[in-house]
């Protein structure tokens, strides 16, 4: 398992304009198919973090 937690400075980022911000993370892995997902900023300072599952899937050769 991997865990990481970074905080990030968004200029300008307001809790009411948070809803029209997204944050991506993406997985790469030499080997496995990349993963992306999408979170809500507004949702994340709601819920105080952001949580994601990553099922890592071997690319076909």
Same mark, same amino acid.
């Given at each position: 398992?991997?865990?990481?937690?970074?905080?990030?400075?968004?200029?300008?980022?307001?809790?009411?304009? &948070?809803? @029209?911000? %997204?944050?991506?993370?993406?997985?790469?892995?030499?080997?496995?198919?990349?993963?992306?997902?999408?979170?809500?900023?507004?949702? &994340?300072? @709601?819920? %105080?973090?952001?949580?994601?599952?990553?099922?890592?899937?071997?690319?076909?050769?």
């Amino acid at each position: 398992p991997f865990e990481e937690t970074r905080s990030f400075n968004i200029l300008g980022l307001t809790y009411e304009n &948070a809803r @029209d911000v %997204q944050i991506e993370i993406k997985v790469s892995k030499k080997g496995y198919e990349d993963q992306v997902k999408r979170f809500n900023v507004r949702q &994340a300072i @709601d819920q %105080q973090e952001i949580s994601g599952f990553f099922e890592m899937i071997a690319k076909e050769e």
